[in-house]
């Protein structure tokens, strides 16, 4: 029978072998086990930044045609906003600061009516918040996003 040396080098590297291989056959079978539960991860909800507006101070933004001008603490840096409900049913929500050089412009007589800045004066539209009239064109009234229209709550989601 033949004699064969073994290094310290052989050794330690057999050695690892079959503490690795022993890792493997132990840990692949819980690996497995593992990636069968059906395990139900609960996620948070998205971010909501859409500000919910009680309108029930504001009965005439309830009804088609209603317009009004408000301020809610804490938000757009403390300026006003122009609320409109359109007679399509559909809400539209506006900076109150001209575009122009600030000034603070008007409510529309009514839901149809342009959105006036008093000041050079220029006219913007109350569905888009466009320019449509006046000396200054291009520019646009800043708008915000509206959300659920709740009528039976009489709340209003702005993104604001
Ligand atoms: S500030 Fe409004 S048109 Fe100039």
Same mark, same amino acid.
């Given at each position: 029978?033949?004699?064969?040396?073994?290094?310290?080098?052989?050794?330690?590297?057999?050695?690892?072998?079959?503490?690795?291989?022993?890792?493997?056959?132990?840990?692949?079978?819980?690996? =497995?086990?593992?990636?069968?539960?059906?395990?139900?991860?609960? =996620?948070?909800?998205?971010?909501?930044?859409?500000?919910?507006?009680?309108?029930?101070?504001?009965?005439?933004?309830?009804?088609?045609?209603?317009?009004?001008?408000?301020?809610?603490?804490?938000?757009?840096?403390?300026?006003?906003?122009?609320?409109?409900?359109?007679?399509?049913?559909?809400?539209?929500?506006?900076?109150?600061?001209?575009?122009?050089?600030?000034?603070?412009?008007?409510?529309?007589?009514?839901?149809?009516?342009?959105?006036?800045?008093?000041?050079?004066?220029?006219?913007?539209?109350?569905?888009?918040?466009?320019?449509?009239?006046?000396?200054?064109?291009?520019?646009?009234?800043?708008?915000?996003?509206?959300?659920?229209?709740?009528?039976?709550?009489?709340?209003?989601?702005?993104?604001?």
């Amino acid at each position: 029978m033949e004699k064969k040396d073994i290094t310290r080098r052989d050794f330690i590297v057999n050695t690892g072998k079959v503490i690795g291989a022993g890792v493997v056959v132990t840990t692949i079978p819980q690996f =497995l086990t593992s990636c069968e539960k059906n395990e139900t991860v609960t =996620l948070p909800p998205p971010p909501s930044n859409f500000y919910t507006l009680d309108l029930t101070p504001y009965p005439e933004l309830l009804s088609k045609g209603g317009v009004r001008k408000i301020k809610i603490a804490g938000k757009n840096q403390g300026n006003d906003i122009i609320i409109i409900h359109h007679q399509d049913d559909s809400f539209k929500v506006f900076d109150t600061v001209c575009p122009h050089q600030g000034c603070p412009v008007n409510s529309p007589s009514d839901s149809e009516a342009t959105i006036d800045c008093p000041c050079h004066p220029n006219a913007y539209s109350s569905v888009t918040g466009d320019w449509v009239a006046g000396p200054y064109s291009g520019l646009v009234l800043k708008s915000f996003e509206v959300g659920y229209f709740d009528a039976t709550k009489k709340t209003l989601e702005i993104k604001i």
